[in-house]
């Protein structure tokens, strides 16, 4: 199996930084997008940042310039640095990746999903 473990959520006040990380481990051949995810209280989960194996990346209107996602293929990682951050960036963050355990077998992956509360 395929198991994604995020770290790197926490308190932080309006204007600040985090970053998270999220590592896939398990019968990985190869990993083709990952991404990360969010979802506030009482909304949808909502799409905040993509990159292609080949790191082509797609970022959320609300973060653009803000968020910075990349990986690291070699440890099988993705990470998403988040500057300049708001109270509306409150959210439970998941990681997401497209898992190829074989040539032709492959599966959609969550994380348990890190807590990122910006508050004063």
């Known amino acids: 199996q395929v198991r994604l473990v995020e770290s790197g959520g926490g308190l932080v006040q309006p204007g600040g930084s985090l970053r998270l990380s999220c590592a896939a481990s398990?019968?990985?051949?190869?990993?083709?997008?990952m991404g990360w995810y969010r979802q506030a209280p009482g909304k949808q989960r909502e799409l905040v940042a993509s990159?292609?194996?080949?790191?082509?990346?797609n970022y959320a209107d609300s973060v653009k310039g803000r968020f910075t996602i990349s990986r690291d293929n070699a440890k099988n990682t993705v990470y998403l640095q988040m500057n300049s951050l708001k109270p509306e960036d409150t959210a439970v963050y998941y990681c997401?990746?497209?898992?190829?355990?074989?040539?032709?077998?492959?599966?959609?992956?969550w994380g348990q999903g890190t807590q990122v509360t910006v508050s004063s």
């Open positions: 990159i292609s194996s080949g790191g082509r990346t």
């Open positions: 398990g019968s990985i051949f190869v990993i083709n997008g």
């Open positions: 997401n990746a497209e898992v190829f355990r074989t040539f032709s077998d492959f599966g959609d992956y």
